[in-house]
């Protein structure tokens, strides 16, 4: 049985959102982009405590990914400001509502006070249970398949890789020690601002997310939003590659039978879902 260092999380939803349109916003306003990314964090900051409202275990937010780092140098050097400013106002916050704050994504790029700011966080905030908030800075989903690829454990032809001990690998960059299951599979990826494109996120868990995109840019998403994205998400039919998902238990090849959400969905009609869970506790009804 896998040993987690951290409380057990609920059987919520994984929401993993890219958080695009700042910059749009902004020059519409005819204001620098910077305030669209200042905009930005008061927006992540309401879908945070909306979230603790719904039913979502984990909420990952696109922060920073990898490519980024060809922006102009002020906006750059902007952002990871912001970054350090939110999470070193968040944390008390964070800790009172019970939300644990990680981050995922390469460090050893990053500026030390970011750096610094993220332990801090990470340290202050790992008893929290209701929601796990992980932020992805210097992320980028390719590089971290590589990097699991590249990680001796599995590398070694007596211990070769499982659909579950690689994905452990892939979805804790920068920070394995961090892995809960509960982070092997994104439920329902949203992406806000009008694209619809994946730019190199979570592309290993979310072999079956639900995809939603909407024009709203970030700054103006609500909890509202939200709300609405979840309605939506209930209403699909996750099939999991199966012909009717009413009958029969899915089990995640990627979770086997260790833990994370081998969930069966019994949805019908759309305003009612149940998701089971299986070893994890009893999931949720709508
Ligand atoms: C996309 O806007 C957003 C980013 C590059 C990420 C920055 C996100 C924030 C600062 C908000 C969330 C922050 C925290 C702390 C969770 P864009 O600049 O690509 O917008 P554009 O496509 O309109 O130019």
Redesign the pocket.
Known sequence: MTQHPHPPLGTGLHVAII???????AERRGLP?AE??RA??A??RRVVEAGLDEAISVLT????SSD?WGRPADEVTG?FS??AE?LADEVRRCESRGVRLTVIGRRDRLPFPLRAAISNAEESTAEGKRIWLR?AVDYSSRDAIVRAANARNWVDPRAPASLESFGRLVATPGNPEGWQPAAAEVDLLIRT?GERRLSDFLLWESAYAELLFTDT??PEFGPEDLRSALHDYRGRDRRFGRLAAESEPVSSPLLGPVGGRPWRVCARPASRIVLEGNGRGTGFEE
């Open positions: 958080m695009d349109g700042n910059g749009r916003w982009r669209g990314h930005g964090v927006t992540a937010l696109y922060a920073f980024n952002l912001l970054l939110y932020l601002g840019m970030w």
